[in-house]
């Protein structure tokens, strides 16, 4: 405890909360977003510039744990740079379904998910032992679980949007049962209805 009062990161943390603690409730919501957003848009930036030729040199190393890290934390910065670019793209275009149904709306998670990767690996590289060989391994364990955890929870919300989405289409059907795909029939007395089926006699 006596550690944390003298350090300067946790009462950098601190004063970051505090403010925005205090900022939240005297700001406007839009002007404290823009302020919040332009902030970021600027660090990212400075750290950007500032960093990029020793990310460029452990980049091109790129063997040691120290290279992993270094390379890990400028590519999110630099990926946090690119959103906040490509937020200030949407917004000057009033967010046409061109750009944000555009590759680059997967490129950044995408590249994310690879920096993260990045950090997840560097402490086991460099010598590679049999310890640091099972780390490693632990590490990759970890990675795969996250992603299928990533990828099940997504698909599941995914099929639940889908079917709210459908009910919007067809607001008279809402609450009542659903008929499964594979019956073909369709029984409004018994206020069964089949989404596919609907759609079918919407268009019709």
């Not at 970051?16 to 823009?34: G, H, K, M, N």
């Not at 630099?78 to 061109?98: E, H, S």
Request: aromatic content about 12%; some cysteine; overall charge positive.
């Amino acid at each position: 405890m006596k550690r944390l009062k003298t350090s300067i990161v946790a009462w950098s943390g601190a004063a970051a909360l505090a403010s925005f603690a205090v900022l939240y409730q005297i700001v406007p919501y839009e002007r404290l977003l823009d302020v919040a957003l332009s902030l970021t848009f600027g660090v990212s930036l400075a750290a950007v510039l500032r960093y990029a030729l020793d990310a460029f040199r452990a980049f091109r190393s790129g063997r040691g744990g120290a290279e992993f890290l270094i390379v890990a934390v400028f590519s999110m910065v630099l990926l946090l740079l690119v959103q906040r670019t490509w937020g200030i793209v949407l917004r000057v275009y009033d967010r046409p379904d061109w750009l944000v149904n555009s590759p680059m709306t997967i490129f950044i998670p995408w590249m994310l998910a690879w920096s993260v990767s990045l950090t997840l690996v560097a402490p086991d590289m460099g010598a590679m032992g049999e310890e640091n060989r099972a780390s490693l391994w632990r590490s990759i364990a970890l990675f795969i679980a996250g992603a299928l955890a990533g990828f099940v929870l997504s698909t599941t919300f995914h099929s639940q949007n889908k079917e709210l989405s459908a009910l919007t289409i067809w607001p008279q059907f809402a609450g009542q049962v659903i008929c499964p795909t594979q019956q073909p029939g369709w029984a409004p007395t018994d206020r069964l209805y089949n989404i596919e089926d609907a759609a079918g006699m919407k268009r019709n």
